[in-house]
């Protein structure tokens, strides 16, 4: 089970895009309301989510969770106990943590991007405490995952379904959508 934690103002591409390529590549991807069933995005895009944050599981099947940038989503992840907890108890078990655009910086605030090759949306790097900065869209430094922006949205979405599912089977499904691989 993948969890995808959305809050007000989040952006709609970066949240949306990684789950459609999940859900291609055969990964069970949930939507999880942070304060209700209906969340908005920050270009005003209402979201029907398949559980509330008071619904998530934490336990065996969960595979990852995925944090979406955008404004002020980002500091409405951050602000919610339920998106903390299931942060912590990814980190503790090492399960994927990805995170993309500003939303990286909910890590850094935890200390977890430590040493960690890590990117952000630019502006945003001197919030990712004591991370290894890199200038790639896309970044993955043991479980946790990392992107620029937008822009990287279907980058970082492949790289998540490569991490289940191998480099070929991401690269079919790049072709599929007509995303030029390098």
């Not at 995808?4 to 990684?18: C, D, I």
């Not at 055969?26 to 999880?32: A, D, F, H, P, T």
């Not at 992840?77 to 993309?100: G, P």
């Not at 992107?147 to 991401?170: H, R, Y």
Request: with cysteine; glycine share 12%.
């Amino acid at each position: 089970m993948i969890y995808v934690f959305l809050a007000n103002g989040f952006e709609e591409v970066e949240a949306l895009t990684p789950v459609d390529l999940l859900r291609r590549s055969g990964k069970e991807v949930q939507l999880v309301g942070v304060g209700g069933k209906v969340i908005t995005g920050s270009h005003g895009i209402a979201v029907q989510t398949d559980i509330t944050d008071a619904e998530i599981v934490l336990g065996r099947e969960l595979e990852m969770m995925i944090l979406p940038g955008g404004m002020p989503g980002t500091l409405n992840l951050e602000k919610s106990e339920a998106v903390q907890t299931a942060i912590d108890f990814c980190h503790d078990r090492e399960i994927y943590i990805a995170a993309i655009c500003a939303a990286p910086s909910i890590l850094g605030h935890k200390g977890l991007l430590n040493g960690r090759e890590a990117t952000a949306y630019p502006g945003f790097e001197e919030q990712l405490a004591g991370a290894v900065i890199s200038e790639h869209s896309v970044v993955q430094d043991g479980h946790i995952i990392t992107a620029q922006g937008a822009g990287a949205a279907v980058a970082f979405g492949l790289k998540l379904a490569e991490i289940f599912n191998g480099k070929e089977k991401a690269k079919a499904l790049a072709d599929g959508i007509c995303y030029p691989v390098h």
